[in-house]
């Protein structure tokens, strides 16, 4: 069975404090997607990440930055000096390569306070 | 940039009636989905849609539930007598492929539609 764990339900931070967001997966395929999304109060769903699983090479995108680690199985994501606008819910999920869903995780609700 | 389209962002129904959500896909994708998030809470999968026929769904997808693409553009989600608990918001996605090809995967979410059933 597949499964999403994000263990933080809530963090809060102060403006430019960097934070991360913890993500740990359950699968038994051996090839599969993750995937990070934001969802700002307004509640649309916004991309953040895809990560195959064969490449654990870790990725940084302006504040934002990707840790893989297949031995553990974990996805983690830490953003560098937080802003309010980061303020919103991150949800990580996890997509088996011959499946079609996503599995999300529960989310964590990140308020960066001015 | 191509993007998917959900009407109403809203919908605000009686229990027992029957709604239909609707959605536009990204013009050239093939897949087609719907996810529920109840408030609060993480987001579910419902079901997933391809030539015409449900390809996989989730236990959530009962009888009252029920996928359509009536023309080329418009996917739509009925709930045929609502209950208190279908209140959530509803999103829809569309990808190109079916995601066997490694690189190819991409699911893209629209922006939802909130369903509050009183």
């Known amino acids: ?114 | 940039e191509p993007e998917v389209t959900q009407t109403p962002s809203h919908q605000v129904t009686q229990m027992g009636q029957e709604v239909i959500l609707r959605c536009v896909p990204i013009s050239n994708h093939l897949y087609f989905y719907w996810y529920r998030q109840i408030l609060g809470q993480k987001v579910e999968f419902l079901v997933s849609f391809y030539n015409n026929e449900i390809s996989e769904k989730s236990e959530i997808f009962d009888d009252q539930f029920s996928v359509e693409r009536p023309d080329g553009s418009n996917f739509t989600l009925k709930i045929r007598s609502t209950k208190l608990e279908d209140s959530a918001m509803y999103f829809c996605a569309s990808s190109t492929t079916k995601g066997q090809r490694l690189d190819s995967y991409e699911q893209y979410f629209g922006p939802g539609t909130r369903l509050t059933v009183t």
């Open chain 1, 1 to 114: 069975a597949q499964k999403v764990t994000q263990a933080q339900t809530e963090i809060s931070v102060v403006e430019k404090e960097d934070v991360t967001l913890d993500c740990v997966y359950e699968t038994r395929d051996t090839t599969y997607y993750l995937f990070w999304y934001k969802q700002p109060p307004s509640g649309e769903l916004v991309f953040l990440i895809r990560r195959n699983s064969f490449d654990e090479q870790n990725e940084i995108s302006g504040r934002y930055s990707w840790n893989f680690q297949k031995s553990t199985s974990s996805f983690n994501f830490t953003i560098t000096a937080s802003q309010v606008v980061d303020s919103a819910v991150y949800f990580c999920a996890l997509r088996p390569l011959y499946g079609q869903n996503f599995v999300f995780g529960p989310g964590t609700r990140l308020s960066v306070l001015p």
